[in-house]
Nanobody
Framework: QVRLVESGGGLVQAGGSLRLSCVASGRTIFYVMAWFRQAPGKEREFVGGISRSGANTNYADSVKGRFTVSRDNAKNTVYLQMNSLKPDDTAVYYC???????????????????WGRGTQVTVSS
């Protein structure tokens, strides 16, 4: 049974940093992994993602230059390094997996088959 578990969320002041982790279990290989977020009253949106090899990444325009997605396949773990955080970054952050074996990092929620339960990130002004 595949399981994705996020951690690392919390409360941080604007301008600060956080690193989220997503540990995957239930299989030895995990494919394209991505981070999404959902703020209260808003739809879930793509943040960033990474191919299995790490060669391909994709980011939402709102986080480019501030957020970095990386992965450690030996640990089945994906990371989201968030710098220069803004109050608008406040949301529940979710980790997700796309089971397709290509390198394209898709931005649509319906592409992703497995999801974690999320971790709350709150950025105070």
């Amino acid at each position: 049974q595949v399981r994705l578990v996020e951690s690392g969320g919390g409360l941080v002041q604007a301008g600060g940093s956080l690193r989220l982790s997503c540990v995957a279990s239930g299989r030895t290989i995990f494919y394209v992994m991505a981070w999404f977020r959902q703020a209260p009253g808003k739809e879930r949106e793509f943040v960033g993602g990474i191919s299995r090899s790490g060669a391909n990444t994709n980011y939402a325009d709102s986080v480019k230059g501030r957020f970095t997605v990386s992965r450690d396949n030996a640990k089945n773990t994906v990371y989201l390094q968030m710098n220069s955080l803004k109050p608008d970054d406040t949301a529940v952050y979710y980790c997700a997996e796309d089971l397709r074996t290509g390198n394209t990092v898709d931005t649509t929620t319906t592409t992703y088959e497995y999801w974690g339960r999320g971790t709350q990130v709150t950025v105070s002004s």
